[in-house]
């Protein structure tokens, strides 16, 4: 059986203050988009998700005394419900399903996908671009509802979104039907590229073009982001075309109170100039 304890390195009597700095403590080292070790992430992940709760803690506690399987479940690897929660964050002040969202199977096959009886769910596109997505924004949305009456709703989009996360807010879908609880409003997100960048999951992606010679020479690029802020990118002497320059930390958002965001990427482009006879001539011993 799983030593949850020594998985987060705390006493058995550790409080719930001290468990969840633990896990923050190993999510900062070893998250997967910081380059850390993910074997380790899950596992500190897993015993989080059982500790964390006053009464799986006591029914695991038992089972460590009396033999048994934990049964605290588990959750996806890379999101933590408590953790992660402000990532996705709900309606109107109010906190989405966190598995409904993702569709996950538990184990022993028990789906978390939505009945089919009843009033339908109501399914809209919201599309922005990824310098929208930088930040925490609200956008008040109309949709029409199977029964024909307009609806309005108020989305909370949290910074760092991924495109096409699916977004679900009980109780906004259809209410055709009237003595059944209504259907869920589903949200799905489109991220679109912008300001002369491209997304990769949280890596963002742009190109940037120098002479034959600031590439011998090495030179330093000013670079507007998407955040509208200007940064110096040096760029080596001998960078060869196509190079990569990575800009640590200055990707899409992850996770705003564990400070994490993706990487920068600029592809340089090297331009060669017409030369004249003149010119050729001059540099033709260099």
Do not use: W
């Not at 960078?239 to 109170?257: D, S």
Request: aromatic share 8%; with cysteine.
């Amino acid at each position: 059986m799983k030593d949850y304890y020594q998985t987060l390195g705390v006493n058995e009597d550790a409080s719930n203050d001290q468990i969840k700095k633990a896990f923050k403590d190993i999510a900062k080292k070893e998250h997967p988009d910081r380059g850390g070790n993910e074997t380790v992430f899950k596992e500190a992940n897993e015993a989080y998700n059982t500790l964390k709760n006053s009464q799986k803690r006591h029914d695991y506690d038992t089972q460590r005394k009396f033999g048994g399987s934990t049964g605290g479940g588990q959750q996806h690897p890379f999101f933590n419900e408590e953790i992660f929660g402000d990532f996705f964050s709900g309606f109107q002040g109010g906190d989405m399903d966190f598995n409904s969202r993702f569709n996950f199977t538990q184990p022993g096959g028990r789906s978390f996908r939505s009945s089919n009886r009843g009033n339908r769910n109501v399914q809209v596109k919201m599309a922005i671009s990824i310098k929208e997505a930088m930040t925490s924004s609200e956008k008040t949305i109309n949709y029409k509802l199977p029964s024909g009456r307009d609806e309005y709703a108020t989305i909370k989009i949290p910074a760092g979104v991924q495109h096409g996360v699916n977004f679900k807010f009980a109780g906004l879908g259809d209410d055709s039907i009237k003595n059944l609880p209504r259907g869920d409003l589903m949200v799905v997100m489109s991220v679109l590229d912008s300001d002369g960048f491209t997304r990769k999951i949280n890596d963002l992606y742009t190109d940037k073009t120098i002479t034959c010679f600031q590439a011998v020479r090495g030179h330093k690029i000013q670079l507007r982001t998407v955040e509208d802020s200007i940064i110096s990118v040096n760029v080596p002497s001998g960078t060869q075309h196509g190079t990569l320059l990575m800009i640590k930390g200055k990707g899409m958002p992850v996770h705003k109170t564990l400070n994490i965001r993706g990487n920068l990427y600029v592809k340089i482009h090297i331009l060669i100039p017409q030369l004249s006879a003149a010119d050729l001539k001059k540099i033709k011993d260099l």
